[in-house]
């Protein structure tokens, strides 16, 4: 069974900085797409960000320049690095992984997930 459990959120005034993490467990094949995701109640969700195994990433544009996914190795954790963080990024932000081809879809972040955390909730205070 694949789990995938998020750390990291809180709350961070405007200008500030947090780090999410995304453990994977359960997950045995070496190649993979992940990615974070993030919601607001009443909105879609949105792609934020995703790497596949050879490393290469996509952002999304309001993102772009302020955070960096990153996964050092096969059984590493997920990363998130949000630095010069706005009210506009307050939102659940949610870890989710799929097959290494999924990220060959499209030229943006968002990929079909097969596997999704419970999310963790970022709040950006102005």
């Known amino acids: 069974q694949v789990q995938l459990v998020e750390s990291g959120g809180g709350s961070v005034q405007a200008g500030g900085s947090l780090r999410l993490s995304c453990v994977v467990s359960?997950?045995?094949?070496?190649?993979?797409?992940m990615g974070w995701f993030r919601q607001v109640p009443g909105k879609e969700r949105e792609a934020v960000a995703r790497?596949?195994?050879?490393?290469?990433?996509n952002y999304a544009e309001s993102v772009r320049g302020r955070f960096t996914i990153s996964k050092d190795k096969d059984k590493s954790p997920l990363h998130l690095q949000m630095n010069s963080l706005k009210p506009e990024d307050t939102a659940m932000y949610y870890c989710?992984?799929?097959?290494?081809?999924?990220?060959?879809?499209?030229?943006?972040?968002?990929?079909?997930?097969?596997?999704w955390g419970q999310g963790t909730q970022v709040t950006v205070s102005s």
């Open positions: 989710a992984a799929a097959e290494h081809r999924s990220c060959a879809v499209g030229g943006g972040p968002s990929f079909a997930a097969n596997y």
């Open positions: 359960g997950y045995t094949d070496s190649s993979y797409c």
């Open positions: 790497i596949n195994t050879f490393g290469w990433v």
